[in-house]
């Protein structure tokens, strides 16, 4: 009777690239620094813990210091004198194009794009929030329902117009309407007006606006002289209970 195996030999794993290339820099790096003897066996014990952690197999990081370790003492004169250019490892196909070098003085190194600075750094916008534009909500600091607009100029040019109806009077606006009917208040921009959805597409502007009213309503939270508009299924599917 044919029965699968319980468990497989480490040679036999495939791996992600990126996971063994990640690996290989971690071994050559600790190779690479001036490390005393206790030091350089405190850090290979981290390495194997690590990778034992993350269900890499510790033969494979055996196997890695050793290629690394045999490279290293076999490396010619001119070995050393060769360049070595950096590929951003984005997919197999980057091998394709690596591979044409083979046969040259160019000694091929690679990097990868997901790095925990990429993921602490902050975005490159920083643009404060009251100059950017799209879908906005303004909420009533009385009964805390909210009413959604866009736009596309800032916000703080929206807010201050949004605003001036209510102290003019002049129910141009359902948010003005809402508060005037019901003598209910407004507060500053910071605790009033919030941006939902920012996008340089102009044309984007009228479906995020429906989206977002549908789902306000949806959740109870529109203010009553707000019109959802008609029911759009494509929404509906997207706007959780």
């Not at 990126?18 to 820099?25: D, E, G, K």
């Not at 809402?178 to 500053?188: A, K, S, T």
């Amino acid at each position: 009777m044919w029965t699968f195996p319980t468990s497989f030999p480490a040679t036999s794993l495939v791996f992600d690239p990126a996971t063994l290339l990640s690996n290989r820099r971690i071994v050559l790096s600790m190779l690479s620094l001036p490390l005393k003897t206790t030091q350089q066996q405190r850090e290979w014990e981290t390495i194997l813990h690590i990778a034992q952690q993350n269900g890499f197999p510790p033969a494979m990081i055996h196997k890695l210091r050793h290629q690394i370790q045999h490279k290293t003492k076999h490396i010619s004169p001119q070995d050393k004198n060769k360049k070595w250019p950096i590929f951003t490892y984005i997919s197999p196909q980057i091998r394709k194009i690596t591979n044409l070098f083979r046969n040259t003085n160019i000694r091929i190194t690679y990097k990868w794009r997901i790095t925990i600075a990429n993921r602490i750094k902050p975005p490159r916008d920083q643009t404060p929030a009251h100059n950017q534009w799209g879908i906005y909500l303004l909420t009533c600091n009385t009964c805390n329902l909210s009413y959604v607009g866009q736009t596309s100029r800032s916000l703080s040019i929206r807010y201050k117009e949004r605003i001036c109806y209510i102290r003019t009077n002049s129910p141009q606006s359902a948010y003005a309407l809402h508060n005037l009917q019901n003598r209910h208040e407004y507060g500053p921009m910071d605790n009033t007006m919030t941006l939902l959805k920012r996008t340089n597409n102009r044309s984007l502007l009228l479906p995020y606006e429906q989206y977002h009213t549908q789902a306000l309503h949806h959740n109870r939270k529109l203010i009553p002289e707000q019109s959802p508009g008609d029911t759009n299924p494509v929404f509906q599917a997207f706007i959780k209970p």
